[in-house]
């Protein structure tokens, strides 16, 4: 049964959408192939046309001199044996009678050597007739000839009788064929256009272009080839003085076979071609009006029924995993059945978590990868101008770093890191591209800059970054893989100097290119030490935090090689067994010169130096060794959980290290646990569940860290081989105050509970916080309640507390 209500309903209703657009395609080629048959209706009405001029040009014509012929050698008269003035007389009056205006000459030629002559055009046709010498025959002789100088004539060789039919003498006669008469004559009656040629040129013709008849004018050089040379008929499409005709062209040959004139009839096609593309225009145009209309009304359509539901529903979704849940008293009526099973079982599985208070998470100069200008292009352009020219000289500089390339490419390859570079490219230019002051160039692996000349203009940079900021909020889809890219942008500018601080302006106060890029790259370094995904503009107080940044790294290349760094070690307090059972490692940095280093400080510059895997792969070893050793000489089974970061656990042989380390120290393996993050996990989930599993298969204990800070947790608890959770400090700052915070907690404690999971709350600092926790209960405590991360040297004293 078809069902109005649905969206499967609605996509039929486009597809008919579509199925119109097809049937005006339909229609583009209904008309092509009716001015299709039309012109071979043409093509048929000229070729008889051609037949029938050549009748009217040629035949008649032979009638007719036939008919004069006949007349002028009537025995009964005499006239033409007659040689005397009265018989003469008779004979010029004959003629003048007779003449239709195409008669050129008369000669008669008598046996007893008289002769008499009456011509009426120029004599040297009379001459070019004399040329063709036939031999005496009984029977009238005809025969064409001519050139482009005399035109185009038929000639009769007449025998002359007397009364008792013994030969008397013989009459020559021209005619020119090429009368302009018979020729509008063949336009008026058959409706085509008709010329007669003399060798390659117009001696008659109905063609007017420009309102000049065209006599004189020469056969077109792609027919001529034809039928001059090959001597051959022509009827098709040809281009006559510039103009589209179905033509017919048949050429005129002399006694010695040679083609001495052509005659052609055609129809011109140019009104039929352009009422054709005006009808094509026109249906063109109203196709595009009914697609516009078309997509205006469907784009509406979706956005209303369909996009707008549909968002409503993951912007609720987004909103409660916020702790929004004000958000579902307003959940709107749901129009189709789809949108309304769809709210159905968003708005169950959010009152289920609701109710018991728990907050559910869902789930050259042109660079070759993106065809931007490049670092070359950049200097080229910019290093040399003078910076007293204000209109060409650098005036603004937006430094771009694509945050985490390095990770996208480790994660899915080199190819999907250039295809999201190039897309990257495509986004700035687009953006851009209303801005002709600017220019974006790619200057490095995951760098752009964008630069302006002519003005500074403070307000601009501020939109326009917070503009590029937006447009990489839109995850990038490229082939298979749905990327969320972002940006962080450092911004660097020369301001117009006020023209106090010296009395001649010779602009040494402006930065050069060289100076511009640093200072903005200045800048964008501090946005990715902040957090990336955002903008600074320079200013000199960056110099000290970068410097600072530089320092610490070299100090931190000499901290790992002369083992400066240390491990502290923080309890974990088992509720079961009222005792510590194991530590979390956690690396600390006392400066000799600058004292204590905050973790989350050296930690970053060593992700960003490449130090990250050096550090880890030291701290798995130390902390793994110092375990073993005290197990050992205190008789102990205390475990350690070691922290990895996301370019160790990427890293190839990260499994292969972990083995070895274990090996090495004799830990056993269900003694160590490796706790990873929700946002390592978030763009890696294929490659994580690998390597996970197959340490889990070496009894290694996995702990999923900071959990609820992250994107889908729950799809991770049911998905990855993990073995505990560790709930985030954040979840339980307010369990004593809030009872929804409670029934959070609560509730993520037992689904962890019921999947065969262990629950470590970390951050527990009250003993109300901690009572809480025994009553719900969870599994382990860790926080400054017990202890805060202490040094080897005191962590026998704090063990000796709940030894």
Request: charged content about 20%; aromatic content about 10%.
């Amino acid at each position: 049964m078809f069902k109005i209500n649905t969206l499967h309903s609605k996509i039929n209703l486009f597809i008919l959408g579509i199925i119109l657009l097809i049937v005006t395609i339909g229609c583009f080629v209904a008309i092509n192939i009716f001015f299709s048959i039309y012109e071979n209706e043409m093509t048929r009405m000229v070729a008889t046309g051609i037949t029938e001029f050549e009748e009217i040009i040629i035949e008649e014509n032979k009638d007719w001199l036939l008919s004069f012929s006949d007349g002028l050698a009537d025995p009964e008269n005499h006239l033409l044996v007659k040689n005397d003035p009265v018989s003469i007389q008779a004979l010029h009056q004959y003629i003048g009678h007779a003449n239709n205006d195409a008669l050129e000459f008369v000669q008669i030629t008598y046996l007893d050597g008289n002769s008499y002559e009456e011509i009426l055009a120029d004599p040297s046709i009379l001459t070019l007739a004399s040329q063709n010498a036939v031999s005496s025959t009984t029977k009238p002789y005809f025969w064409i000839d001519g050139d482009t100088q005399l035109g185009l004539h038929l000639f009769c060789r007449y025998p002359l009788v007397g009364s008792d039919q013994s030969p008397a003498g013989t009459l020559l006669m021209g005619i020119n064929l090429a009368d302009q008469k018979r020729v509008d004559y063949m336009k008026n009656t058959a409706a085509l256009e008709a010329t007669v040629f003399a060798e390659n040129t117009r001696i008659a013709t109905t063609i007017v272009k420009n309102n000049e008849n065209q006599i004189g004018t020469s056969l077109d050089p792609s027919i001529a080839d034809m039928v001059l040379d090959q001597k051959l008929a022509y009827t098709g499409k040809a281009e006559i003085l510039g103009d589209p005709y179905l033509v017919a062209y048949t050429p005129v040959l002399n006694p010695r076979d040679e083609v001495v004139g052509v005659l052609f009839v055609g129809k011109s096609i140019v009104s039929i071609y352009t009422i054709r593309n005006q009808i094509i225009l026109y249906i063109a145009i109203l196709g595009f009006l009914l697609l516009l209309f078309f997509y205006v009304v469907s784009n509406h359509w979706l956005r209303i029924n369909i996009t707008n539901p549909i968002r409503w529903v993951a912007d609720t979704m987004k909103m409660i995993s916020q702790g929004q849940y004000h958000v579902l008293e307003n959940m709107p009526e749901a129009k189709y059945k789809e949108i309304e099973m769809l709210q159905t079982t968003m708005y169950g599985m959010v009152n289920e978590l609701v109710t018991g208070k728990i907050n559910l998470e869902t789930a050259a100069y042109i660079d070759s990868i993106t065809g931007l200008p490049n670092r070359v292009s950049l200097y080229k352009k910019y290093q040399n101008v003078p910076l007293t020219d204000n209109r060409n000289t650098l005036k603004q500089v937006y430094y771009i770093d694509v945050d985490n390339l390095k990770y996208i490419n480790n994660l899915f390859g080199h190819n999907v890191g250039d295809s999201l570079l190039l897309q990257v490219g495509k986004i700035l230019k687009g953006l851009f591209s209303r801005y002709p002051n600017y220019e974006v160039y790619r200057i490095s692996g995951d760098e752009f800059a964008i630069c302006k000349s002519g003005s500074y203009d403070p307000d601009e940079i501020q939109y326009l970054a917070k503009s590029i900021i937006k447009e990489f909020e839109k995850a990038i889809t490229i082939g298979e893989q749905i990327i969320s890219a972002s940006v962080s942008i450092g911004v660097s500018g020369n301001e117009y100097c006020d023209g106090k601080k010296c009395k001649i302006c010779t602009k040494e106060c402006q930065d050069n290119l060289e100076q511009l890029l640093k200072k903005a790259e200045l800048a964008m370094n501090q946005v990715k030490m902040n957090g990336k995904n955002n903008f600074m503009v320079f200013n000199p107080s960056m110099n000290e935090i970068i410097q600072r940044k530089a320092s610490l790294q070299q100090d931190l290349k000499q901290a790992l090689k002369n083992k400066q760094l240390e491990i502290y070690y923080q309890p974990k307090f088992d509720l079961a067994s009222n005792r510590y059972d194991g530590f979390e490692a956690l690396v600390r940095w006392n400066h000799d010169e600058r004292g204590f280093i905050p973790p989350l400080e050296f930690i970053r510059i060593a992700e960003e130096s490449n130090l990250i895997i050096e550090l880890g792969d030291w701290i798995l070893e130390e902390s793994c060794r110092f375990i073993s050793n005290y197990n050992l000489s205190h008789q102990s089974s205390y475990s350690i959980a070691v922290n990895i970061s996301t370019f160790q656990l990427l890293n190839d042989d990260f499994e292969e290290k972990v083995a070895n380390v274990l090996e090495e120290t004799g830990l056993d393996p269900c003694l160590l646990e490796l706790e990873i993050t929700e946002t390592m996990l978030m763009n890696s989930m294929s490659i994580a569940y690998e390597k996970l599993n197959f340490l889990r298969e070496k009894n290694i204990s996995i702990a999923l860290d900071d959990f609820g800070t992250g994107y889908s947790s729950l799809t991770y608890l049911k998905s990855l081989p993990i073995t505990t959770v560790k709930l985030d400090k954040s979840f339980i700052d307010d369990i004593v105050t809030d009872k929804l915070s409670l029934k959070i907690v609560e509730n993520v404690i037992q689904i962890a509970k019921n999947i065969g999971l262990k629950i470590v709350v970390e951050g527990v600092e009250t003993i109300d916080q901690l009572e809480i926790l025994k009553d719900l209960p969870c599994n382990k405590i860790q926080g400054y309640y017990f202890s805060k991360p202490v040094s080897e040297l005191n962590l026998t004293e704090v063990l000796s507390e709940y030894p």
